[in-house]
């Protein structure tokens, strides 16, 4: 035996066998995509919530200062960069709510959209971290971002609304 495969074999490769067993047989197309719409509809608010806190939280103010200052092609604001550090960060959990809304998933994007924006509103409450005071509107802004962003892509008033109930009900100083 040559050793467990899924050990060696990169995400890509991964990717591209699935993608070709897709291409030889449709009903194991069928099934691929069955599973990842499983996949992709197992979203939970809190854990996002919790993901998105984390990811901001543990950015640290030294990676700022380090992005930041004199660079051969010029002058980076220490400012900007702790802004466009933020934008890294909530950039994965942005993409995976626009992931659902181009499969038509529009209550996983409301979820994902939700969870961000619980994220996000901890982070600048309840985040000790001394890179907050580099992106001090940072969080506002970004909420605001993700939930116009949301709304464009959504289809459904009743679930516009509900969202904005949502928010003036949990985060009210934002709503």
Not at 40 to 48: A, Q, S, T
Not at 60 to 86: C, H, K, L, N
Not at 90 to 108: G, N
Not at 126 to 133: A, F, N, Q
């Amino acid at each position: 035996m040559k050793g467990d495969i899924f050990d060696v074999i990169s995400n890509d490769d991964a990717f591209d066998i699935l993608r070709r067993l897709a291409r030889e047989d449709q009903e194991i197309a069928k099934r691929i995509e069955e599973i990842a719409i499983e996949y992709l509809e197992d979203v939970d608010i809190e854990d996002i919530a919790f993901e998105v806190y984390f990811a901001l939280d543990r950015i640290e103010v030294e990676e700022v200062w380090d992005r930041s200052g004199s660079t051969r092609d010029g002058y980076v604001d220490p400012t900007e960069m702790a802004w466009q550090i933020f934008e890294d960060a909530l950039d994965p959990f942005c993409e995976e709510l626009r992931k659902c809304q181009r499969l038509l998933l529009y209550a996983e994007a409301k979820k994902h959209c939700l969870g961000i924006l619980e994220g996000i509103y901890k982070f600048e409450k309840e985040s000790p971290s001394e890179y907050k005071d580099w992106a001090v509107d940072a969080p506002r802004e970004y909420f605001d971002r993700v939930l116009k962003e949301w709304k464009t892509g959504q289809n459904n008033p009743e679930d516009v609304a509900e969202v904005e109930d949502f928010i003036e009900k949990n985060f009210a100083d934002w709503g």
